[in-house]
């Protein structure tokens, strides 16, 4: 695919023509953008076909909303922004699907206490779950990538653009405020399992 600079003059008359809903036009945006956007996906997916799924995914959300697209402001950034919320999406759905096997794989264990441990994994999954989301969204991203997706800091450092030391200090702060948010609310859990 080869990719199209567009002048930006020329850009806000196809993005008006876009609004439209001219197909040409949008197709013109699309070959000239999308080679820079697979490749800053891709740095953080690091996934071909994910990376496909969310490149289309962003193009179809910048089509179903054409219309609002205002072509005084920087559409550069209004596509790298959808981008970036599919990204923390893509992320998020990919823990919760983790936490879910790994709670699959514990429902499949057979003891007398089968129900109680369930509910334990089940219950701490989701307060861990809950805490993540919490982080703030370039901390969750971090904690996701180098926690859940297992990658060290360098790789992350390199895939998000910023230092090993601010990876550092949002794995650091993330912890943190994890185990306080998974305490204030721990306690109370532990009281609830007590009484089964």
């Given at each position: 695919?080869?990719?199209i600079v567009?002048?930006?003059g020329?850009e806000?008359e196809?993005?008006?023509?876009v609004?439209?809903g001219d197909?040409?036009?949008?197709?013109r945006i699309?070959r000239?953008?999308?080679?820079r956007?697979y490749?800053?996906i891709?740095?953080?997916?690091?996934?071909?076909?994910v990376?496909?799924?969310l490149l289309?995914d962003?193009?179809?959300?910048?089509?179903e909303?054409?219309?609002?697209?205002?072509?005084?402001?920087?559409?550069?950034?209004?596509?790298?922004?959808i981008?970036?919320?599919l990204?923390y999406?893509?992320?998020n759905?990919?823990s919760r699907q983790k936490l879910m096997?790994r709670?699959?794989?514990?429902?499949?264990?057979?003891?007398s206490?089968?129900?109680?441990?369930?509910?334990?994994?089940?219950?701490?999954?989701?307060?861990?779950?809950?805490?993540?989301h919490?982080?703030?969204?370039?901390r969750?991203?971090?904690?996701?990538?180098?926690k859940?997706?297992?990658r060290?800091y360098?790789?992350?450092?390199?895939?998000l653009?910023?230092?090993?030391?601010?990876i550092?200090?949002h794995?650091?702060?993330?912890?943190?405020?994890?185990?306080?948010y998974?305490l204030?609310?721990a306690?109370?859990?532990?009281?609830?399992?007590?009484?089964?």
């Amino acid at each position: 695919m080869n990719t199209i600079v567009i002048p930006l003059g020329y850009e806000k008359e196809l993005l008006s023509q876009v609004r439209e809903g001219d197909v040409k036009a949008f197709e013109r945006i699309y070959r000239s953008y999308s080679p820079r956007l697979y490749g800053s996906i891709f740095r953080i997916v690091k996934s071909v076909p994910v990376t496909e799924e969310l490149l289309q995914d962003v193009f179809q959300r910048v089509w179903e909303h054409r219309k609002t697209i205002d072509v005084n402001l920087s559409f550069k950034s209004y596509l790298f922004t959808i981008a970036r919320n599919l990204v923390y999406d893509y992320f998020n759905k990919a823990s919760r699907q983790k936490l879910m096997e790994r709670y699959l794989q514990a429902k499949e264990m057979s003891s007398s206490d089968v129900f109680r441990n369930q509910l334990e994994e089940k219950e701490s999954e989701q307060l861990l779950e809950k805490a993540i989301h919490q982080l703030p969204p370039q901390r969750r991203l971090v904690y996701t990538l180098c926690k859940i997706e297992g990658r060290s800091y360098d790789e992350v450092s390199r895939t998000l653009g910023i230092s090993v030391s601010t990876i550092s200090d949002h794995m650091v702060k993330a912890a943190k405020s994890i185990k306080a948010y998974y305490l204030s609310r721990a306690l109370l859990y532990f009281i609830f399992l007590a009484c089964l």
